[in-house]
Nanobody
Framework: VQLQASGGGSVQTGDSLKLSCTLS????????VGWFRQATNREREFVTA????????LDADFVKGRFAVARDTPANTVYLQMTNLTSDDTAAYYC????????????????WGRGTQVTVSS
């Protein structure tokens, strides 16, 4: 399975941005998709995860009320809609996929895409 993340960019505080992650290859084996982010000199942190078939869903506390996820199943694409961005959201954002539910557990994901950089400035 391959993942391609896109949609990052440079925005201002309070702006919105929509990230995409397109899966290809053996997507039939995927059960869950997650988004993580990593700021410079910091550990990669969990953002959100959901099961491909509409089962479990988990969000980091900082997501609630600001970020939303959506998926286009026929296109094998998931989206991360981010609103009211602040400088704390500046990071490289990664999508990941796995054949079982892993939630916020990074090591539970089998496949990772390259990051897409989000930079928020005031």
């Amino acid at each position: 399975v391959q993942l391609q993340a896109s949609g990052g960019g440079s925005v201002q505080t309070g702006d919105s941005l929509k990230l995409s992650c397109t899966l290809s290859g053996r997507t039939d084996e995927i059960y869950a998709v997650g988004w993580f982010r990593q700021a410079t000199n910091r550990e990669r942190e969990f953002v959100t995860a959901f099961s491909w078939n509409g089962g479990p869903r988990l969000d980091a506390d900082f997501v609630k009320g600001r970020f939303a996820v959506a998926r286009d199943t026929p296109a094998n694409t998931v989206y991360l809609q981010m609103t009211n961005l602040t400088s704390d959201d500046t990071a490289a954002y990664y999508c990941a996929a796995g054949s079982r539910w892993a939630g916020s557990f990074k090591l539970g994901y089998d496949y990772w895409g390259r990051g897409t950089q989000v930079t928020v400035s005031s």
